[in-house]
């Protein structure tokens, strides 16, 4: 149950006549999430879900709102902030910052087949080409800086037989992402934690399942999109028990994505960095948050081994196409 921020119907009432959303209805709380406290807003103009965010700053905001707007103006499936009667992209309950965007219809994206894939992968190649005249820019908050701040510290935390692995792939890492071509890639303002919890899917399991929209852009930073790529594929395409990826959903995943936005010889040359850099991210971030939980991570803590997992498999596993090839 995540509502940290309790909201009773009538300073509802009052909080949504700060945006023409409707007269007010009703509000149910969302238990699921673990970073903010999310309610679905009923109104006579139609269904809403407010956000209270309680660790995001005022200061930290704009980035992120200016992000999904702009997706949402560039006719991109995502979650878009209503700007408030007086034009704001958010607006105030008591000293926290919250937002209201439209509802997404239908489920989230645990169940995972070929055509919810291939929906994913023309929705991604799409937000990555509407970002080329998005002009704000933000580092990615769980980037390279991140992991070598971050690995010092857990490191005497973790068991022993961890740390040699951690430490490799960390030098890896470190030269890729100081390699010319790394920094040739193509970039911009991306998602970054685009797993299939943070999507919904209409007419799931029939011939129309589709993704709706995704949300939560709130570890969202600039990075090459190929990067965005692997971390939206090592969840969406891989089975957990083994962490390898089911070749069925990449390819249907991959021929979409190429289909909108076709990945260059340098992105496809990078390919297996993007998809150990994308792996190694939510290794250390849960080696992190379960070895140093803060107090909500004490109640859903994920498990690391899932991506030391798929780490280990994206090494040496095989490519799409021939390995280095590219230019
Ligand atoms: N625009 C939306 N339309 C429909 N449902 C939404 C929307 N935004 C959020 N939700 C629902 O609220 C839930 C929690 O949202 P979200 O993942 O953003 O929360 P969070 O606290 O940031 O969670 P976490 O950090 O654990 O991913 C989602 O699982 C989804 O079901
Ligand atoms: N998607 C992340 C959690 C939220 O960032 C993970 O599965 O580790």
Known sequence: ?????????????????RWNAGRFESLEPIATGIENTNYVINTDAGRWVLTVFEKLTDESLPFYLSLMEHLAQHGCRVASPLRTV???????FG??????????????????SQKGCASMGETLARMHLAVSDFRLSLDNPRGLVWWIKTIPVILPRIPESLRPDLAHELQAQIALQGSPDW??????????????????????????????????????GCVPFVYDLAVTMNDWCSDPATGAFRPELTSAFLSAYNAVRPLSGLERKMWRGALCAAAFRFWVSRL???????????????????????????????????????L
């Not at 007086?86 to 105030?92: R, Y």
């Not at 991306?190 to 029939?206: E, I, Q, S």
């Not at 081994?305 to 490519?319: G, M, P, S």
């Open 1 to 17: 149950m995540a509502v940290f921020t309790k909201i009773t119907p009538s300073e509802a009432a009052a909080l949504i006549g």
């Open 86 to 92: 007086n034009g704001d992209l958010f607006e105030h």
């Open 95 to 112: 000293s926290k910052p919250c937002i209201l965007c439209g509802y997404l219809p239908g489920e989230d994206g645990r169940r995972v």
């Open 183 to 220: 920094k040739s890639l193509p970039a911009g303002a991306c998602h970054c934690d685009l797993f299939r919890n943070n999507a919904k899917l209409a007419d799931v399991g029939t011939a129309q399942e589709r993704v709706t929209g995704v949300f939560d852009f709130f570890f969202a």
């Open 288 to 326: 992190t948050d379960f070895y140093m939980p803060r107090e909500a991570e004490l109640l859903h803590p994920l498990d690391p081994e899932e991506f030391h997992r798929v780490l280990r498999d994206r090494q040496t596993c095989a490519l799409p196409w021939p390995e280095g090839e590219g």
